[in-house]
Nanobody
């Protein structure tokens, strides 16, 4: 079993930055694929970014955040980060961490990010 706990959300003005963290515990492996998703009010959950066990080489981003967000991981700390720069009001959402190990998928409880205009 894997537990994921997100932190770092909050209220920020447009153009500002936040760094989200996702701390994993339990039977998490460094080979797991980690990702961030987000869900805005009244909308479906959408994928934001993914990082594979290959590290920097194995990253992908949604077009809406490419060039502004950076996903990274520290396997020694079992933590995944999402650095968010140049934030826009449309980035407002609950951000969720996701871990996949083989066919098993785990989700965190989410952290709220609110960007004011």
């Amino acid at each position: 079993q894997v537990q994921l706990v997100e932190s770092g959300g909050g209220l920020v003005q447009a153009g500002g930055s936040l760094r989200l963290s996702c701390a994993a515990s339990g039977s998490i492996r460094s080979s797991s694929t980690m990702a961030w998703y987000r869900q805005a009010p009244g909308k479906q959950r959408e994928w934001v970014a993914t990082i594979t066990s290959a590290g920097v080489v194995g990253t992908n981003y949604a077009d809406s955040v490419k060039g502004r967000f950076t996903i990274s991981r520290d396997n020694a700390k079992n933590t995944v980060y999402l650095q968010m720069n140049s934030l826009k009001p449309e980035d407002t959402a609950v951000y969720y961490c996701r871990a996949q190990q083989g066919v098993r998928v785990y989700w965190g409880q989410g952290t709220q990010v609110t960007v004011s205009s």
